[in-house]
């Protein structure tokens, strides 16, 4: 990376359990090195210490799990200390952001997922982000059954997903039905190959990269 490339870019990667956000991002990755775009890539929740401190009590299956309340306000602390100490000084700097997760997330999940108010986590999320939304939000959309399949198969699952099927296709119309009314929004089918996903991530993204040149 030169940090001669200064077109900032806040981009987003979206989906439920499974869908290959993390294949897909060290695709996105390679094409930025290729391109020669300053960057940073981070996740949610976590990409700062006490980010990570409450991921690690988010997906943890010890203990007494919190209420819906208490796990909203986690997802958001966790949101508030990433935007303050990662997120805002990296697209001051002009660099690209790349995100695992973000606010869509919170909507799908915590919202569509365990019913928590959508009016309330506007409210949250007026208050953390002061305007901040990303510019592009890859969302790579995958039936709930599929996904689960192919999460079971890499790693122990935690505590979201141990959750039954019908939370999954919650959060799956949640996300489907931000993408309607968000046009920041690309939708990926990814149930396709892994070589099929990455053609349509290069065909998306290859516009916001050339005018970065
Ligand atoms: N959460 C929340 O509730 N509210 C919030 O506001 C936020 C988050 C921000 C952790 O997220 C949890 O936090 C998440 C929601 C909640 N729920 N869970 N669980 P996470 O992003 O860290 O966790 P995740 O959803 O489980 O993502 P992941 O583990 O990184 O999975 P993925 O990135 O989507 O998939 P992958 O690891 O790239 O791929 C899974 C497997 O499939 C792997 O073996 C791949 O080799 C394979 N794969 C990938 N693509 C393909 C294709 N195209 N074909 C075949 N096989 C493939």
């Known amino acids: 990376m030169t940090g001669s490339k200064t077109s900032a870019m806040f981009v987003t990667l979206e989906g439920g359990e499974g869908a290959g956000k993390s294949t897909s991002r060290d695709f996105i990755v390679s094409m930025l090195e290729e391109y020669d775009v300053p960057f940073i890539q981070t996740r949610e929740p976590g990409g700062t210490p006490i980010g990570e401190a409450l991921r690690e ?20 602390a966790a949101r508030a200390q990433h935007l303050h100490e990662v997120i805002e000084p990296a697209l001051r700097e002009g660099k690209w952001v790349l995100c695992d997760r973000f606010t869509d997330a919170t909507y799908a999940y915590q919202g569509f997922g365990r019913g928590s108010d959508l009016g309330e986590i506007e409210a949250l999320e007026a208050l953390v982000q002061r305007g901040r939304h990303p510019d592009l939000t890859l969302l790579f959309d995958i039936n709930p059954q599929l996904g689960m399949a192919r999460a079971r198969q890499r790693a122990e699952l935690d505590r979201f997903e141990q959750e039954e099927l019908t939370f999954f296709e919650k959060v799956r119309n949640g996300y489907l039905s931000r993408a309607e009314c968000n046009s920041r929004f690309k939708i990926i089918d ?3 190959s892994i070589d099929d996903v990455q053609d349509a991530l290069r065909e998306i993204l290859k516009p916001f990269l050339d005018r970065t040149s």
């Open 190 to 192: 990814a149930s396709r």
């Open 57 to 76: 009590l988010l997906l943890s299956k010890e203990g007494t799990a919190p209420s819906v309340t208490t796990e909203l306000l986690m997802v958001f």
